[in-house]
């Protein structure tokens, strides 16, 4: 068990043991702004391109991950999507986390962000009529979330504020990891790792 939280030393200098400051909270706030209105602008570029892509792989082997995992039961099949594409990051973020390999971390907390925000269009994909993302859906089908998970989760009718909550979730969960992650190269730079350091060679 306590090896399992080890992430939580303030030694490996998280999430949660980052001097944010005035700067910190401003650059957040100001940031988490910005990108939530960069996401919601019209137009795809390249870049989101292959990173649907991405995201699109990780949804979909979910499904079959879950399906295999829970003998076939519909409702860990269907979450099985969304749920993959959030956990991928987050667990290979607490994996880093743990080693005390701090900009790795930063770096899967953007991976989450791109996770977010990829499960905003598909909270609505009806709504939004996202073509990158109804090219993948067959004729009829809406997605695990509008045909589905809305109708479990009590958010049927709220397809436009749960792909909100996501979009904002995204944006923040992008701010923090670039303020981490210039905390964090700053600090490298500062402060080289000598080779005795817990965490970063184990």
């Known amino acids: ?26 650059f957040i706030a100001a940031f988490t702004a910005v990108f939530y209105f960069y996401i919601n602008s019209k137009g795809h570029s390249a870049l989101y391109s292959a990173v649907y892509n991405f995201t699109l792989f990780t949804h979909e082997f979910g499904h ?53 925000n990829s499960v905003a269009d598909y909270s609505a994909m009806q709504q939004i009529e996202d073509e990158m993302i109804l090219v993948n859906a067959n004729p009829g089908d809406m997605g695990d979330w509008q045909d589905y998970m809305h109708g479990w989760f009590g958010t049927k009718g709220k397809e436009i504020q749960a792909r909100a909550f996501f979009k904002i979730l995204s944006s923040f969960t992008t701010a923090s990891a670039l303020w ?8 490298f730079i500062k402060e080289p790792p000598t080779g005795d350091e817990e965490g970063y060679y184990d």
């Open 1 to 26: 068990m306590k090896k399992a939280l080890e992430f939580l030393d303030p030694k490996k200098r998280g999430i949660f043991f980052t001097h944010y400051g005035i700067t910190g909270i401003l």
């Open 64 to 116: 079959k991950l879950f399906h295999f995992l829970f003998f076939g039961n519909e409702f860990m099949t269907i979450i099985g999507g969304t749920a993959m594409e959030i956990l991928t990051p987050l667990c290979v973020f607490l994996y880093f986390q743990r080693k005390g390999w701090e900009i790795q971390a930063d770096i899967c907390i953007l991976f989450l962000a791109l996770s977010f």
């Open 180 to 187: 981490l992650l210039f905390a964090h190269i700053k600090r």
